[in-house]
């Protein structure tokens, strides 16, 4: 079945600095990625959306200067946390819609990456 | 905006018994699907079950099987026979046909499972 990879797994970086998370899908073509961030024990809260060619599309409260998203390909996403700070600390975690049909019929499966953990000291 | 409520943070379930979690969801929109998703210690999410708005009979997959009440906009999951295996964190979701794949979750249920 389709796969969404996601990397790093976990990192850990100290305030002020930009850490980058990679989000790819390995076996189908994504037009359109989300990225979501969960607290522990916490729903997904979805950050924004990004789109291939455009640029993303940002939830209301979700500071697009601070989480910089660049879809750089058809199976290439990337979320930027820029600046980090301590809050900043926390799981995110991509999906992936497949294109319409390759699930067949007229659902299309949205997969899950693995998640990165992240730790702003 | 759609929103999604689950309303039993935790739940526990002896071994091989059976478990009901609820979720109720509320939307203008008539045409949607419902999910369940179960998101284990390693916090890959796992999808469980789906539901098609328009379709009339409850969803089944093996041991888990769904209660999808339209009018009600409620869509419970029953897990028959639990197994250690299902002890996770489960939440019910919704997403707009039309919408590729952006979904609304609930805060979600953790389930213990005891042998």
């Known amino acids: 079945g389709a796969v969404v990879s996601q990397h790093p797994s976990w990192v850990i970086c100290k305030s002020g600095t930009s850490v980058k998370i990679e989000c790819r899908s390995l076996?189908?073509?994504?037009?359109?990625m989300f990225w979501y961030r969960q607290f522990p024990k916490q729903s997904l809260m979805l950050m924004a959306t990004?789109?291939?060619?455009?640029?993303?599309?940002?939830e209301q409260g979700v500071e697009k200067d601070k989480f910089l998203i660049n879809h750089a390909s058809l199976t290439l996403s990337t979320l930027t946390v820029t600046s980090a700070h301590p809050e900043d600390s926390s799981f995110y975690i991509c999906?992936?819609?497949?294109?319409?049909?390759?699930?067949?019929?007229?659902?299309?499966?949205?997969?899950f990456g693995p998640g990165t953990r992240l730790t702003v000291l | 905006a759609q929103t999604v409520t689950q309303s039993q943070p935790e739940m526990s379930v002896q071994e091989a018994e059976t478990v009901t979690l609820s979720c109720t969801y509320d939307?203008?929109?008539?045409?949607?699907?419902l999910f369940w998703y179960k998101q284990p210690p390693s916090r890959q999410m796992i999808l469980v079950i789906r539901?098609?708005?328009?379709?009339?009979q409850n969803a089944t997959e093996n041991r888990f099987s769904v209660n999808f009440q339209k009018a009600a906009k409620s869509f419970s999951l029953k897990i028959s026979d639990s197994q250690l295996g299902d002890a996770a964190m489960y939440f019910c979701?919704?997403?707009?046909?039309?919408?590729?794949?952006?979904?609304?979750f609930g805060d979600g249920t953790t389930l213990t499972v005891k042998p």
């Open positions: 999906s992936a819609p497949t294109p319409w049909g390759l699930a067949g019929g007229s659902y299309n499966e949205q997969f």
């Open positions: 076996d189908f073509q994504a037009t359109t």
């Open positions: 990004s789109n291939e060619g455009s640029k993303a599309t940002y």
């Open positions: 939307t203008s929109e008539s045409d949607y699907y």
């Open positions: 539901q098609e708005a328009y379709k009339q």
């Open positions: 979701a919704y997403r707009i046909k039309t919408n590729a794949g952006k979904s609304t």
